[in-house]
C-alpha cells in the first residue's frame, strides 16, 4: 500500500525521510534508500515501503520543527503579526458580527486576525492554526485552554412553519413533527447533537426527518425557510426574526467552549492580548 503526498509537503516529507534515513546509514541513505516514487504525472508522489516505514518519525520531526519555529516566534515579545483562529462558521460569524474585531484591531492595530471558519478540527501541533475555539475540551496533550463561554440551545421553528404545521404543544407532540437535524457521517460540534429524536421518546420510535445538514449554519437556515424544527444555539437563532422557540420548557442545552493554543506560544504577546481581549468581551456579551 502506497502513501500519496502533494506539492510542497511532498518535498519536505522527502528531505526529512532523508534525514532520518541518513543517521542510520550515512550517504547510502541518500542514493542506496528509494524513499519515493512519483505517481500519474503532476499529481504526487507514492512512498517506498522504505518511505512508509520513516514517515512516521518524519511527520515527528517535522512538528517539532513547526513547534520550534512557533516558540521562536513567540520570544520577540511582539504584540504585532497575524493570529490565525479556527472556528465553527457559527461561531466566527458571531464574533465578526458582534464587532470584536474591530473594537480588537482599534486597541492593537499592529494585530491582524486571521479567521479560519469550517467544520474540520484545526490541527495546532501542525500549525494550521494560532489558536482554536472549540466546542468540546481539548484532550490533546501539548495544549492550553481557557473556558470562553457556556452557549445555551432550544427548539426553534419558523413563523412560516408554524402557520402551516402548527406548534408542538408538548415533546411527545414531535412524533408528528418534521425534524432537521445533523448529519450521520458529518463531524458533530458537541455531543448528543441529535437529541430531538430521543427526548420524551423512550420507546425510540422512528421520528419524521427532512432534512439532514453537516453544519450548524446550515440546519439554521433550512429552519428560518420553514422547512422543519430544529435545536439552534440561542446565539444563533436571535440573529433571525422569522423563527420563535417551541418547547421553551424542554431543559435547556448547554455546550461549554474553549479557547485553545500550543503551550509553545503561551508566552507570546499577540496570543495574550488577543486571548485576554476574547475572553473580557465575550463575559461582557450575551452570547
Known sequence: MTTTLNGMRAVAVAL???????GCGGDRAFTGLR??????????????????????DAEQVEAAVDALQRRMAALDGAGQGHVRVASLVTVGQRIISSGFIERFHDLHPGITVEMLMGQRVADLARGEAD????????????????????????????HSYIQKYGKPKSID?????RLIIFGEDARAPVQDVNWLLREGNPDQAARLVVLRVNNTYGIFRAVESGLGIASLPDYLARESTKIDMVLPELNVRTTDVYFTYPEELRHSKRIAVFRDFLLRKVAETRF
Not at 16 to 22: G, I, R
Not at 35 to 56: C, E, F, I, K, R
Not at 131 to 158: D, E, F, K, N
Open 16 to 22: 526529512l525521510l532523508a534525514l532520518v534515513a541518513a
Open 35 to 56: 524513499l519515493m516514487v512519483p505517481n500519474t504525472p503532476g499529481s504526487g508522489y507514492d512512498l517506498t515501503a522504505q518511505g512508509a516505514l520513516l514517515l512516521v
Open 131 to 158: 489558536v482554536a475555539i472549540r466546542m468540546v475540551m481539548p484532550r490533546q496533550p501539548g495544549l492550553v485552554q481557557r473556558h470562553l463561554l457556556t452557549v445555551r440551545s432550544h427548539v426553534y421553528a419558523a
Open 173 to 177: 407532540e414531535l412524533d408528528q413533527h
